[in-house]
Every structure is written in C-alpha cells, then in structure tokens.
C-alpha cells in the first residue's frame, strides 16, 4: 500500500510538471490520477468506502477552509465587503433556490434529489479561481470580489449541505428546532472561530525560546482546536475553521511569513489527497447514465442561476454592467461541491452514486468550459490590465520577539521609471537602511557608491510606520515614464 501510495504521489508531482504550461487546477490532476489508479481503470486500487471518503473529506476541509480565510486580507476585504459578503451568504441561498427550481420543473427531477444536488454545487471554489486568476491580470475590484467570495462561501454552502442531508435523512427534529440549530451552527461558529483565532494569536505572541518547529505544531493544533471546539457544542467546525484563519492571517506574530507558507502548504497537501482519494472514489463507467442530467446542472447553474444571484446581490451597488457579467461567469465549481457530494452518499441518500457523479460531470464542465474562457471574457468586456512585474526574491525577518522593524521590498519598475540613482542619494527615513540589492539573478551588498537602476530590487529594513516613507524616498529621485 505505500509504495502504491508513493508512486501515486510521485506521478502527480511528474504530471503537474508536464501539464503547466496548461494551467491545470490541481483539482483536475489529482482526480485524473485518483480515477486512473482506481478499479474501473488500471484496478490498481479498489476503493469504494464512502464514509471513510467523507471523514478524510471533513478533515481535509478544515485545512482548506481555515487557509482561506487565512488569505483574505482585511485591507482587501473592506472596499468589496458589502457585495462579497452578500453573494458569500445570501448568494448561496438564492442559488440553491433558483437551481432546485429549475432542475425541479424544468429537468423534472423529484423535490428532494433536486435540492440536494442544488445544495451540494452551491458555492464556488477558491483554488480553482486563484490558480486561473492569477495568471490573468483583470482589474482589482470584480476579481478580488470573485476571489473573495469564493473562500467566503464555502462555509455557507458545507452548513447548508449538511442541513439538508440531516433534514431528507428523517432526523426528525421540529421546524423551528431546525431553525435555532442552524442559526447556532453559523452564529456559534463565526463567534467560537474568531475566539480560537484571538487566543492562537496570543499564545504565538506569548511562547519564547522553544525551536522554530514547536510554531507549526502550534498551528496544527490551533487549526483542528478551531473546529473541535465548535463541533464539541454542536456549532459549524467549518465555519470556525474559516474564521479562526480569518482573524490570525490579518493579525502579526513572530514567525508569520513562514507560518502563512505552511498554512498553504498544508491545504494543497489536503486538497491533493482529498481528490485522489475522491477519485478512486469514482467510477467513470457509470458517468455515461448522468451526463445529460451534469449538463443541465450546469446550464442551469452557469447560464441562469449564478448570472440572477449576481446581478440581484449587486443590484443596488455601484458596480458596472461588464463587472457583473465577469464575476457572474467567474464562479467556478470545483472541489468542494465534490466533497459535498459525499455527505448524501454517506447519509444513505445516494446508494447509486448518482448524485456524486452529476456532480462531477457539472464540475469537469464548469473547470473546463468557464475556466478556459475567463481570461478571454476579461479580454473582451475591457477588465484586463497590464500584469505587473513581480520580484523573485522574498524575504523574511525572522524574530520571536516583538519588533516595531519589518523588511519591505521596493521594486524599481523599469516600466514606470527611468535613470539612476546612487545609494548615497535615496531620501531615506533615519529608521530605515537598505540592507540588500536584487538585480537580475544576482544579489548586490549595498554601499554607498552603489547605483540604483530600473528592475531592481532593494530590500529594506524599516520601522512599520515608516515603510511608505521608505518606499517613496527610493523612488523620488527616478524620472516617470
């Protein structure tokens, strides 16, 4: 078993070498290879245990949740807040609705199945959206909006999945006990994550003196505390997951730099385990049954659903028409409406794997037709801007004590500014020095004779307050193209 383990692991890593050049979600990869060396391909591996799929698919979201809200910075939240919160809430509740409707009278499909598949594809996914965004520079506003929404409304669609699952199972709880339990589950785990964030932030500022891998234990533990806690007292763990990594990714402590690389680090390892394991899941001889019934999922869901949440969760804000045409075509599915998938395989409501695989045809369809043309439907709606040059070099000032100083990387761009400048000339804060200079695949140990030129580099170790002062005293003295 491991060394079939291995080879499976090895032969990912070789693939997505070879596939980069087509910018691949990792999603793709790892259910091609999963379904590969699952029974209905090679029969490598024989793997049809949907509980066991399900309790690797709750731990592995916690990794995934808790690194999205992790990367969402509040400085970047604030200007889209109202918008993306609502399609991250709201949005996922009207999208559930406008599909079940649509697949109830429309496809005509019984009430029950049509709500669980509408509610298991509800959210869009996060890494899918980040790994097609990043290689296409669109304007700030509609693709931090998307980018936002679809860490934010994963919790969301996970709380009402398993709503509805636990409803169509016969638990046979009130409805008005099923509605205080819902508002629990949210509002118990927003509160209960952002209190495990608050005092994971304290213990990081607290702890002295203990090696630098005693942080990443700590993490760890933070992390799994995060959804612990709020599933112990019957709260959502994902929810708290995700807000516990909200409120520790915009907070600062020592070792943050390298703590944030292990955060993403930890939920790609999670995402890649989780999609082989969902691929084994799968049995490609049975999506011949469902893929008309993944088409129309789709249809309904890109063409008619996703567009009318949109344009009514923005309806009374200030955003322009091609804006909401992007953001509404922008909201892939991915990963987590395929985890989803498995809480009514689990619960005895899918025997025949269906729904997992209309799940997964409507998934492939939306990665593959929406994410090969988002870059295109940026080009033609005016929304692409010119991608700006982004160093190489990164750097980190490594403390466990608390510092007012912070290293802050200044790039000259050669597309912006023109000339020299020698080091002695910078108008620099007294609390600021350059410290080194990148320039091409080589480092510079600054003095003061040293020039400065376009498509440099220069690291700088300044007081916090001072940073922009920094930057701009570097800057001031080049000509603007």
Not at 260 to 286: D, E, K, T, Y
Not at 456 to 464: F, Y
Request: hydrophobic content about 50%; proline content about 4%.
């Amino acid at each position: 078993m491991l060394l079939t383990i291995s080879v499976i692991l090895v032969f990912l890593t070789l693939s997505a070498t070879i596939f980069r050049r087509f910018n691949l979600p990792l999603i793709i990869l790892a259910l091609a290879i999963g379904i590969i060396f699952g029974s209905d391909v090679t029969g490598l591996v024989y793997f049809d245990d949907a509980v066991l799929t399900k309790r690797v698919a709750d731990l592995a979201l916690v990794f995934v949740l808790f690194a999205g809200g992790y990367s969402i910075q509040r400085a970047e939240l604030k200007p889209v807040l109202a918008p993306t919160m609502t399609l991250a809430t709201l949005g996922v509740l009207m999208t559930i609705g406008i599909t079940t409707i649509i697949l109830r009278f429309v496809g005509g499909w019984d009430f029950s199945r049509s709500l669980l598949v509408a509610v298991v594809i509800s959210s869009t996914d996060a890494s899918a959206v980040f790994s097609i965004l990043k290689n296409h520079a669109v304007q700030r506003r509609p693709s931090s909006i998307t980018e936002i929404e679809s860490a934010a409304n994963d919790p969301m669609a996970i709380v009402s999945t398993a709503f509805v699952v636990k409803f169509l199972s016969g638990a046979g709880i009130e409805a008005w006990r099923s509605v205080l339990e819902l508002l629990w589950q949210m509002g118990g785990g927003l509160g209960l994550g952002l209190a495990v964030g608050w005092a994971g932030s304290l213990l990081f500022r607290k702890i002295r003196d203990v090696e630098t891998g005693y942080y990443y234990l700590l993490l760890v533990g933070i992390i799994l505390a995060s959804y612990g806690v709020a599933d112990t007292v019957g709260a959502s763990g994902m929810l708290s997951a995700f807000f516990a990594g909200y409120f520790l990714g915009n907070r600062k402590f020592p070792f943050k730099s390298s703590l944030s690389s292990f955060v993403s680090a930890l939920s790609f390892m999670a995402n890649a385990g989780l999609f082989i394991l969902l691929g084994l899941l799968m049995f490609p001889r049975s999506l011949g049954k469902v893929w008309g019934a993944g088409l129309l999922v789709f249809i309904a869901l890109s063409f008619v659903s996703r567009p009318i949440t949109v344009f009514l969760c923005t309806a009374f804000r200030k955003i322009p028409l091609k804006e909401k045409v992007f953001i509404s075509w922008s909201g892939m599915r991915a990963s987590v409406p395929i985890v989803l998938a498995t809480y009514p395989l689990a619960a005895g409501l899918d025997p025949g794997h269906e729904i997992l695989n209309i799940i997964f045809v409507a998934v492939c369809l939306s990665l593959l037709v929406q994410g090969t043309s988002i870059g295109w439907l940026a080009g033609k709606l005016g929304l692409r801007v010119k991608k700006p040059l982004v160093p190489k070099q990164k750097m980190e000032l490594v403390t466990v004590h608390e510092t007012k100083y912070e290293l802050v990387e200044v790039f000259v761009d050669p597309e912006r500014y023109s000339g020299e400048r020698k080091l002695s000339e910078l108008d620099l804060p007294a609390e600021a020095n350059v410290t080194m200079i990148a320039r091409k695949d080589r480092m510079l140990v600054p003095r003061g004779q040293t020039s400065i030129k376009p498509g440099d580099v220069l690291t700088l170790l300044v007081e916090q307050d001072k940073a922009e002062d920094a930057a701009s005293g570097v800057l001031a003295g080049f000509e603007r193209i």
